[in-house]
Structure formats: C-alpha cells, structure tokens
C-alpha cells in the first residue's frame, strides 16, 4: 500500500517494480495533509509520509500493504466505495528490474544471500509476483480488488487519465526515483533464453490468469 485519499476517494497500491515510489512520491504532494501516506525506505526528501501510525503510535498502515488488510482496516463498505488501482509490468521486464536491484543495491541484498547472478536468479525463481497484494481468496481462488490495472509500459498515458476524475487533473509523473539500481546493467531482455522465459512466465501464470493482461 502507498495512498489513501478520502478526499479523492482512491487507494493507490503499491506494485513491485512498476515506479511506484515515483507514483508515490509524486502523488503524495497531490493529496489532502489527511491522506494516509506510508513512508518510504530509504526516504526520500520530496515525500511526506503521514497518518501512518494508530493512536499509540503503533505501524498501521505500512509500504507494499495487501489490499484485503487495507480492507479489513477501512472497513469493507467504505473499500468497496473507493476507486481502487495499482500497475502491472511484464513479467520478464519486471523480473529484469527487480534482479537488477538486488544486484545493486546494497541496502536491498545487505545479508548478501540474494543472487547476483541472472542465472541463478531464474533457477531459485523468487520473483516479484504481487498478486497476493491486489486480490483476495473468494471460494479457493484470488478475486481482483482493485478497478483499475495500469500497464507499466502505458503508465505516462494512462495514471493522468485515470487521476483526472478522481479531482487530480495533469497529472504529471516526474520522478525517477532508484533508477540507479538499474545503471550497471547485468542482463538486457534480448539475452534473457528462451527457457528462462518460460520459467517467468510459469511463475507469473496465476497473474495472467487473473489479471487478463497480455503481453
């Protein structure tokens, strides 16, 4: 989770490796100073993270939150009436830029157990599938929460398009925040094999299945 805004009635969830801290960071200064806005780690100068916490002081709402917590939180009703939305990301790009990170950054792989190598990456096959934090368990099979799915590679196009009615008109996405994991380049789509393709692509199938995306 990134943002709830009760003024514009929207809940922002936060994807892995789909510019959301740049969403994040951007939006924030578009929503009312009683929005909920989780904090970001590191933190960044131009984010204001707030209402975060419950009245002991204790972390309520926090990054990369489930909706079906955000839900149970909020209250069912008052979820169900909110415009709801996150962004999706080709599976292998998203793969490529999530491993990139790791391989990068050393506040992300700080215990060093994370591979390094894009190889061993797509053999222990711990990728980015987030699934699990824009659906819930209806009847033993995951159910979208959320009304809006942006596709990354559209995102300049569609995040005005979609913030414009809810009372944030031109929009604009401005930030680039942790494009530096990505500077050293490590692996590029064009060699990624045909194998571990499949291998993505099988790990992301539940995604596709549900989300009706294709690529």
Not at 25 to 43: C, F, G, K, M, Q
Not at 154 to 161: K, Y
Not at 164 to 178: M, T
């Amino acid at each position: 989770m990134a943002i709830i805004s009760f003024r514009h009635n929207f809940i922002f969830f936060k994807t892995t490796k789909t510019a959301g801290t740049s969403i994040e960071v951007d939006l924030s200064r578009h929503v009312e100073d009683s929005a909920i806005v989780t904090p970001i780690t590191p933190p960044l100068q131009n984010h204001q993270p707030r209402n975060y916490l419950d009245t002991d002081g204790q972390l309520r709402f926090y990054n990369h939150m489930p909706a079906s917590k955000i839900c149970h939180l909020i209250g069912r009703h008052r979820f169900d009436n909110m415009f709801k939305f996150c962004v999706e990301r080709e599976p292998v790009a998203k793969c490529i830029s999530h491993f990139h990170m790791y391989a990068n950054s050393d506040l992300h792989n700080q215990n060093g157990k994370f591979p390094t190598s894009w190889d061993e990456y797509c053999e222990i096959g711990r990728f980015p599938i987030d699934l699990a934090r824009y659906t819930e368990q209806r009847n033993g099979r995951p159910e979208l929460m959320v009304n809006r799915i942006i596709r990354y590679e559209h995102l300049a196009e569609e995040l005005p398009t979609v913030l414009a009615p809810l009372g944030i008109p031109d929009f604009a996405l401005i930030s680039r925040a942790k494009s530096e994991y990505s500077r050293q380049v490590r692996i590029t789509p064009e060699k990624v094999t045909s194998r571990q393709r499949d291998i993505i692509y099988e790990a992301f199938s539940e995604t596709l299945s549900v989300t009706k995306m294709s690529w």
